[in-house]
């Protein structure tokens, strides 16, 4: 519903601008190093925090409560804490982590739009086939924006700069696995949840 996507939407603008006012008053007394890349993370992450309220008004998608949230949760952990807050830099791991619950997510996503589709008359198998390969998709797409960002203004978001060959390829293979695993767990969860809600139907026909 629109007011359920309306509350979720301001609630995360209200926790995005306590984390900006937080992290301008810790750059004040020296805590924090001044970037403008994080005050443009910041608009980027409340233009995320909308997206899907905008994207209800439209196209009147009514998204299960569990994607909302899980979606808004997947933004500010990977914008706010990730790219704000560091934690790509504090641990290593964290990315990895990042791209395989984005696997998860954008199944459970595909899922949703594609089964409130009036136009949709897939198989099972044919459905389940479809949020996986649009998971993929979208981590490829990722992958391709950090190649782009990296030519153009010469950062290191892959993490290839000093390295060659395999050792430089890593970053990216392992993000794109990453995605591939939540992916096929995201699909797998789908399909048990499916055969349930079937079992369910038959039943109480």
């Known amino acids: 519903m629109i007011k ?5 939407s301001v609630i995360c603008t209200i926790i995005g601008t306590l984390n900006a006012v937080l992290y301008m008053i810790l750059v004040n007394v020296g805590v924090m190093q001044f970037s403008i890349m994080s005050y443009l993370f910041f608009i980027g992450y409340l233009a995320c925090v909308w ?47 990042i791209h395989f619950a984005s696997g998860i997510l954008v199944t ?38 950090e190649f782009c960002w990296d030519g153009i203004l010469g950062y290191n978001a892959q993490q290839h700069i000093g ?27 789908t399909a048990i949840r499916m055969n349930i809600e079937n079992k369910r139907t038959h039943k109480t026909m």
């Open 4 to 8: 359920r996507n309306l509350l979720a």
């Open 51 to 97: 997206l899907p309220f905008v994207v209800d008004i439209f196209t009147k998608s009514d998204f299960d409560t569990a994607v909302i949230v899980a979606y808004q949760i997947f933004v500010f952990v990977s914008v706010v804490l990730g790219s704000i807050w560091r934690m790509y830099d504090i641990w290593a791991g964290y990315d990895f982590v």
């Open 108 to 145: 459970f996503i595909a899922h949703s739009v594609l089964e409130r589709s009036k136009n949709n008359k897939q198989s099972q198998s044919w459905h389940i086939f479809t949020i996986f390969a649009m998971a993929v998709m979208v981590g490829a797409l990722w992958e391709i924006w």
């Open 163 to 189: 390295l060659v060959g395999r050792a430089a390829l890593m970053d990216t293979m392992l993000d794109l696995i990453c995605d591939t695993i939540g992916a096929m767990i995201g699909c797998i969860i």
